[in-house]
């Protein structure tokens, strides 16, 4: 793997990305949209919004870089870039992992303004404060841009990716404790939904919400999200294909 050539795919992708305004549009502002709609939403009840909100942000960045992720990549795919860049001597790491880069960085972006949003316009109170908030969105964006390219692998057209969106997030969001706290859930639910990394991302803001100092269950969340992007990451570098 060489970092030159990673850093030179991350390099052509931003550019790309840059000349992309709705896609720009799509994922810096719809996140922000979105939480103000649910502060209006849960307006005669702010304390449940104040609870809400900062998991949100754990759910949000991982659902938009998974869905552009996964169309991006599947589009230069589908368009011959990608078989034209194999040709090069190039490894399937540099490339994925380039690609990752790339929409990670994005995916801090993202991150990054939602949560000023959140924190700052929309009034949310956190006892962790805004960098423990700001790790946790972008270890979400990272992960969702991780399982996009994963995902990108498997998919033939763009509709199929996202298609995929149901199968493998919704049943995270419905188990990760979002909804209804896991310990009330049927005991086969919570053994699933251990297996899920959107469990703990949402966990992870929980435990920022909730504590002041990085709790050993905080550092626990950050380590299985991470772990979870990195092995889709090499699972995606490993079934990465040409267009048939």
Known sequence: MSWYKTLATARRVLTQLSHDRRTLALVLLVPCLLLVLLKYVFQGEPRLFNNLAPMMLGIFPLFMMFLVTSIATLRER?????????????????LIFGYALAFSLLGLLQASIASLVTLG??????????????????????LGTALG???????????????????????????????????????????????????????????????????????????????????????GSITIRRQE
């Open 78 to 94: 589908t368009t011959g870039t990608l078989d034209r860049l194999m040709t090069q001597p190039m490894s399937k790491f540099d």
């Open 149 to 235: 390219l994963l995902v990108s692998a498997f998919a033939t057209s763009e509709f199929q990716a996202v298609q995929l969106v149901m199968p493998i997030l919704m049943p995270q969001v419905l188990l990760c404790g979002l909804f209804v706290a896991r310990d009330h859930m049927a005991r086969p639910l919570q053994w699933l939904a251990d297996f899920l990394p959107l469990t703990y991302s949402v966990d992870a803001m929980k435990q920022v919400t909730l504590n002041a100092s990085v709790t050993t269950v905080l550092q626990r969340d950050l380590v299985v999200v991470l772990g979870c992007g990195i092995l889709a990451l090499i699972l």
């Open 121 to 142: 316009l929309l009034g949310v109170t956190v006892m962790g404060g805004t960098l423990p908030v700001l790790v946790v969105a972008v270890a979400a964006a990272f």
